[in-house]
């Protein structure tokens, strides 16, 4: 369905009163090796998580509201936005994985490589991790196989 459509049926249903709600895309969970990304809402890979992939240009309004919905690791969390509350990531999508402060890829951002080695601001990247620039401030992410 074409954005253009999605943003006139949101504006009809919120015009008549209506309740609307989007919840991430249900995925399997988080699995050593499966391509996911594991975004999880608390330190050290506690709390709720979500497992997403690939390039994502907002946690929210452009594509789908991404939501903590898996409490095997605990229920802090569980059901609360993506956007501004990850704090802990665990990239199982052989790729580099970026995770930027703003929508659409920019601003600062933290590096996870699955391979290790240099994120893209010079320090070391590796597959997992607490959040440091974009620290319950994140926005988007994006993946570089290449």
């Not at 994985?97 to 929508?103: D, F, M, N, T």
């Not at 890829?105 to 991790?129: H, K, Q, T, V």
Request: aromatic fraction near 12%.
């Amino acid at each position: 369905m074409a954005r253009s459509t999605l943003r006139l049926l949101l504006a009809v249903a919120l015009a008549s009163g209506g309740a609307v709600a989007v919840a991430a895309p249900a995925k399997a969970s988080c699995v050593d090796g499966d391509g996911t990304d594991c975004l999880y809402y608390s330190a050290n890979g506690t709390g709720a998580r979500v497992a997403v992939s690939g390039n994502i240009p907002c946690y929210d309004w452009c594509t789908v509201n991404y939501v903590f919905n898996d409490a095997t690791r605990g229920s802090a969390g569980l059901n609360q936005a993506v956007r501004n509350n990850t704090h802990y990531v665990y990239n199982n999508s052989y790729c580099t994985l970026a995770i930027y402060v703003s929508p659409n890829y920019g601003g600062a951002a933290d590096y996870f490589d699955f391979n290790g080695g240099l994120g893209g601001d010079g320090e070391p990247a590796y597959w997992y991790g607490n959040l440091n620039h974009t620290l319950n401030n994140d926005a988007s992410q994006a993946e570089d196989c290449g």
